[in-house]
């Protein structure tokens, strides 16, 4: 079959693509044996198993002595080249000419010697052991999650997709080649949910004009979302979120602040937050977030025209889809940044964090965890717990209640002994 550019592997997680070329170069100079897959390499490197998180740490006392297991010794001294993907800042000058530096991802040749390359690949061996380790860890546990959900319990899965870019049935050059796109922003995700007949799932799709992906958005999108959660299982007190971790997004301190004031407030008893490995959150969302899309570029190619918002949202709500839809209005997003503290101080450790609970009895406090730990559920976790365990949340204070305009109704703030009579 010839080769197509759409072929491509453009969703590479970069700890697996350094390694990866690393190794094959080692392989092209019959340095080590090929492995079926870098994952291989790491079972080699280990006494018992990949599911054990000593080995695959380095903290075995036999596995931190393991070297890479080198076929033949190298004798030349003469360099080879490989690759390897790095971030870069580059100077520039933006719209009005003035200078600034941006961050590049670029893929870059190395020079080296053989044993320069070896020393180098046992080096990044032990972080990607740790990165492999922890992919696998979070698939399982966030499965187990799904699998043990009890009727009290959801697990709710979001992931913002790509922007949606609108589009004519036919368009002008100017149209085509300039600005002149508005652009959607598209929060995707499912929740699962458990009843008599066992596990079921609802699958959602929020909209909004505005292009903010921040925390303050990220609530106002799920809250339309709890609200279907609260009608399909009223008797729900613990909700537990997953998304993938970006910084700016899901995994900072306002969004714990976020999940601490609202569960407070909606009256739950347990909440959580987990993040997927870095380059691995791929995942049901985004299967949501490729309907809409092929949804929506059908009815393009079909003669119609998609030039705004409610454009999208009608085009959707015509295919009759078994996806829930919700629009967000901006002043929604802005009614949720009153909520926010503009004085937080951020955890310790926020980039290795996978796992963040909170439980009603300990209201002020967040425990903060490397890996999610199903486990321990909502106390104290020995397993996981990063130093300092605890994150205290600052007072969390009332908020007026705030008008929607879309969802004809208010977001109901209360005391956290009162259970909301809805959540918008």
Known sequence: ?????????TYRCVKHANMAFMTDKLHQLKIITKAASTDELCARMCCN????????YSDCAVCKNKQ????????KMDEKMYSQWANK????????????????????????????LIQATENQLAVYMKHVYNVGHQYKQIRDMRTRLQQNEVLIVVDFSENYATKYSSEIQSVHFGASRNQITLHTGVMYYSTASGIQCA???????????????????????????????????TVNFQSDGPTTQYRNKKNFFMLAYLSSKFGWVNSSLNFSEAGHGKGQADGISGVIK???????AHGGDISSLKDLTKVLTDQHLKIKMFEIDIEEIEAMDKCLLTNLKAPKNTMKLQHVTWKSNDAQSLELRELTCIDCGYDRCEHFAVKPALWIVPE????????????????????PTDRPQSYV
């Open 68 to 75: 890479l297991p080198v076929v033949v010794s190298p004798e």
């Open 49 to 56: 198993n990949m599911s054990s998180k000593k080995c695959m």
């Open 1 to 9: 079959m010839k080769p197509t550019i759409r072929g491509r592997d």
């Open 89 to 116: 800042t580059e100077a520039c000058l933006d719209k009005n000419q003035k200078p600034i530096t941006v961050r590049v991802v670029t893929k870059s040749k190395i020079s080296c010697t053989i044993r320069e």
């Open 396 to 415: 969390l204070v009332d908020v007026h209640e705030h008008t929607s305009s879309h969802h004809k109704g208010r977001i109901i703030v209360k005391q």
């Open 203 to 237: 699958s959602f799709c929020s909209l909004s004009s505005s292009l903010r992906h921040d925390p303050a958005a990220i609530w106002a999108h799920l809250m339309p979302v709890l609200k279907m959660m609260h009608e399909l299982c009223p008797s729900v007190d």
């Open 294 to 300: 092929r949804t929506a570029d059908q009815a393009v």
